[in-house]
Structures are given as C-alpha cells and as structure tokens.
C-alpha cells in the first residue's frame, strides 16, 4: 500500500476542508444580509465564498509545499509557514472586509460591518469544520500505517 505522508494529509485536510466551507461561507453571507436588510442574492454571495476560499486555498497550497520542500528543515518550516500564516490572516481578513462592499455596492459602514460579522462567523464554523476533517483524515491515515497494532 502508498503510504500516505505528513505532507499529503495537509494538503487533503485542506481541500476538504475548503470544500465544505465554501457553500457554508455563502449561506452566511446571504444570511447576513437578509439579518441587515441588505439585497445580497445568493450568486453573487457564492462568488465572494469563492474569493475568499480560493485566496485561503493558495495559502494552504504554499503551506504545503514548504513542508515538502523544506521537510528536513524544521526550523526553516516552521518560520515560513508562521510567516505565511500571518499574511494569510492579513489578507484574509482585508478581503473579509472590504468584498461585500465592493461586490454589492454597500456603504463602507455597513460593507465593514457585515463583512467583519462574516469573518468572526467564519472563524469558528471553519475551527469546526476543520477539527472534524483533520480527526476523520488523521483517524484513516493512523489506520492504514497500521500504528493501531501496537497497542
């Protein structure tokens, strides 16, 4: 059987993890704007999950090949990845922002507002989301190294 690497696993929790957040992350969106009366329909709702999600993927993306490059390297990976942590969260948060004033045309107020709501929303569905991919994904890959037999 493949063994399935440290490095692969991140990539996959990542993935799955980005696929299941997507629609969650436009339902909030439109539900926001249903709460704040504002005419968010839901296309255009799923084109900033889109942008945000997909900005979220390529940094996961990077995350992972700096495991693989610099596997041996722990120091250095550990730096990179901090470091792209840290933008990732800038510019996660920036697009969380400033999309729904953009994308729907609302005033900066309320644009910041319903996009910081989004953000904080997103933050702990996505904590979840992720705890329960990366335990279901982990529970598989400690079953096929068959680390399970030793106790």
């Known amino acids: 059987m493949n063994e399935l690497h440290h490095e692969g696993i991140v990539l996959i929790t990542t993935i799955f993890s980005s696929l299941l957040i997507f629609p969650v992350s436009a339902l909030v969106l439109f539900l926001l704007g249903n709460i704040f009366k504002e005419k968010l329909g839901f296309g255009k709702s799923l084109i900033a999950a889109l942008i945000t999600t997909g900005v ?32 990732s969260f800038v510019v996660n948060l920036t697009l969380h922002l400033t999309v729904p004033r953009f994308l729907f ?46 106790f």
């Open 105 to 150: 045309g609302l005033e900066w107020e309320r644009g910041l507002m319903i996009g910081g709501i989004w953000y904080i929303v997103l933050m702990m569905i996505s904590a979840i989301i992720g705890i329960l991919v990366g335990s279901i994904i982990g529970f598989f890959a400690i079953y096929e190294s068959g680390i399970y037999d030793l």
């Open 56 to 87: 979220s993927l390529v940094f996961g993306f990077f995350v992972y090949l700096i495991d693989a490059i610099f596997q041996y390297e722990f120091g250095l990976v550990t730096f990179l990845s901090v470091v792209i942590g840290i933008i």
